[in-house]
């Protein structure tokens, strides 16, 4: 478990937070039994299928919207509530939702992006489990455009805390060399309140 050297920002990288075996015993579950969808998002207006494939899981009332989509959550399953506790023992922070992303291969990517949304509120703890492929993640600071990659592995936990979301982007390319599929698993805590408005 190690913090990385960046300013403006909390983020702490734990490579065995899941045993190999176990890892690849829910990285199987997850691929085969989770209703995975290649949602679309609105972006300058235009109607795009986004390139990966995602579905949400949360407590009722954690509604989100998400580049412009309603995301309305599926009622946890008992491998993603225990995953759950797992992080909120790790963060000391509670959590009412996950987003389940299916990088299929190389050609899957995630934009660059800060979980800056006003639900989330401020400084959110985002704790993110990798499984199956490794991949290359990518920080971008807001301000001065400094960079910081990290190998995100089978099995590990990437958890982003304090000013992160605020100074710092994040995403991940797409890459010729990956021909395999990798699941994210990113929990955040929705509050209610906002959502609501
Ligand atoms: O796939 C990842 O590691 C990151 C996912 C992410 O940033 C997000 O879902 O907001
Ligand atoms: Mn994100």
Redesign the pocket.
């Known amino acids: 478990m190690h913090t990385l050297a960046m300013p403006d920002a909390d983020v702490v990288y734990v490579p065995q937070f899941v045993k190999q075996t176990e890892a690849t015993a829910f990285f199987e579950q997850l691929y085969c039994s989770l209703p995975w969808s290649q949602d679309d998002i609105y972006l300058f207006g235009k109607r795009t299928k986004i390139p990966r494939l995602q579905v949400w899981y949360g407590d009722k009332d954690a509604r989100y919207i998400y580049s412009g989509l309603l995301m309305q959550p599926k009622p946890w399953t008992p491998l993603l509530l225990a995953l759950k506790a797992r992080c909120e023992s790790k963060c000391q922070a509670r959590f009412n939702s996950v987003?389940a992303?299916l990088?299929r291969d190389g050609q899957d990517s995630?934009g660059m992006?800060a979980?800056d949304e006003i639900e989330l509120g401020n400084q959110p703890v985002i704790a993110?489990i990798?499984l199956g492929a490794e991949?290359q993640?990518i920080f971008k600071h807001k301000n001065t455009k400094q960079k910081v990659a990290l190998l995100?592995k089978h099995g590990s936990l990437?958890i982003m805390r304090g000013l992160t979301q605020s100074y710092w982007q994040?995403?991940?390319n797409k890459t010729k060399r990956v021909h395999t599929p990798?699941i994210?698993l990113?929990f955040r805590y929705i509050n209610r309140k906002s959502v609501e408005r």
């Open positions: 987003l992303n990088y995630m992006h979980d993110s990798t991949r993640f995100l990437l994040h995403g991940m990798r994210n990113t």
